[in-house]
């Protein structure tokens, strides 16, 4: 079994910043890639970052420039790094981690999802 174990979040004024992680513990063999997902109240979920084994990155284009997710390989973990958070970022952020369980077997791993809320 592969487990996803994020951190929390909370509640952040305008134009502040705010730090997520997540870690992927279990059987792996290998991480072929980690993301973050959100998704608002009333709009469906929809990628925010992922970055690849070999540290290839994407961005949805509402946060370029304002996020950075990052990954430390030897914790299995990834990072989001949030800055000039605006409201419409408020939204469940989910933690996705594509996982190599076997040299045949892939599978995803969705974390239980963590409230940001940006508001003054």
């Known amino acids: 079994q592969v487990q996803v174990e994020e951190s929390e979040g909370g509640l952040v004024q305008p134009g502040g910043s705010l730090r997520l992680s997540c870690a992927a513990s279990?059987?792996?063999?290998?991480?072929?890639?980690m993301g973050w997902y959100r998704q608002a109240p009333g709009k469906e979920r929809e990628l925010v970052a992922r970055?690849?084994?070999?540290?290839?990155?994407n961005y949805t284009d509402s946060v370029k420039g304002r996020f950075t997710i990052s990954r430390d390989s030897a914790k299995n973990t990834v990072y989001l790094q949030m800055d000039s958070l605006k409201p419409e970022d408020t939204a469940v952020y989910y933690c996705n981690v594509g996982v190599l369980i076997n040299i045949v077997r892939y599978i995803e791993v969705w974390g239980q999802g963590t409230l940001v809320t940006v508001s003054s």
């Open positions: 279990g059987s792996i063999l290998s991480i072929i890639a």
């Open positions: 970055i690849t084994d070999g540290g290839s990155t």
